[in-house]
């Protein structure tokens, strides 16, 4: 059995942190979700959802970062090369992202690493980084970035609905496949007419997390002959499912 969680770490512990988990046995399925804020409590529902099998847990979240102040090399190259489908990364640096390698350093006393270049390894534990905006480009073979993130209201709406179909149909049938489940299908199927506010910013987040944790089976299963390392174990790194 092997498990991959995705974790849309909010950049402030007063907001909740989205979470998802994928399970394979026979098949690969999403099999839970959940909202939390403290950092003792996702890494607690990480390792309850892996049990006692393999686990790959991926962060939308800068990780492994050293520079004081600017941008890391593995931004610099992965914005370099997603520019064009506006799908840069954003600058990490110690007075930004503090909160991804205090987290990185639970999971490590866990007994996680945070090698991408383990990953394959069958039994392995990780914590790795995944930006979801350059994986949404790859997997569903978009142009530029899908804008729920950004302008008002009724076109947020709209390309969030486009994201939950897109995640449907594309997790459902590309190699590997997620099986087609209540859990997923009534995720993908949400009325958005009436979100609001916070609550549609928590579902946005709870469908990053699921594209998180998808591009970590992604990931485990195609290794680098279908993903991208950006940037190093000393400066930091994002990996994304790339066309080669």
């Not at 046995?25 to 959940?34: H, N, T, V, Y």
């Not at 383990?118 to 970035?145: C, D, M, N, Y």
Request: aromatic share 12%; glycine share 8%; hydrophobic share 40%.
């Amino acid at each position: 059995m092997h498990t991959f969680i995705g974790i849309d770490l909010a950049w402030s512990r007063k907001n909740c942190t989205a979470l998802a988990a994928i399970r394979m046995d026979s098949g690969a399925e999403l099999i839970d979700i959940a909202y939390l804020r403290r950092d003792s409590d996702i890494l607690g529902w990480t390792l309850k959802k892996c049990g006692n099998g393999g686990c790959v847990a991926g962060v939308d979240a800068p990780l492994i970062v050293k520079n004081r102040t600017g941008a890391r090399p593995a931004d610099v190259s992965l914005s370099r090369e997603f520019r064009r489908f506006e799908a840069g990364a954003l600058p990490a640096n110690l007075k930004n992202a503090y909160r991804g390698p205090e987290l990185m350093e639970q999971f490590i006393a866990a007994g996680f690493s945070y090698d991408p270049h383990s990953v394959p390894e069958i039994h392995t534990r990780s914590l790795i980084e995944f930006f979801p905006h350059p994986a949404e480009v790859v997997l569903f073979g978009l142009e530029k970035t899908l804008k729920y993130k950004r302008g008002n209201v009724e076109d947020r709406k709209k390309e969030l609905s486009r994201l939950q179909r897109l995640i449907f149909e594309t997790f459902t049938r590309t190699e590997p496949r997620l099986l087609s489940n209540d859990l997923l299908e009534g995720i993908c199927s949400e009325d958005l007419s009436s979100m609001k506010g916070q609550g549609r910013k928590r579902f946005e987040d709870l469908l990053d997390a699921i594209v998180c944790a998808y591009t970590a089976y992604y990931f485990w299963y195609w290794g680098e002959a279908k993903c991208m390392v950006f940037g190093d174990l000393s400066s930091g790194y994002i990996v994304t499912p790339y066309r080669l």
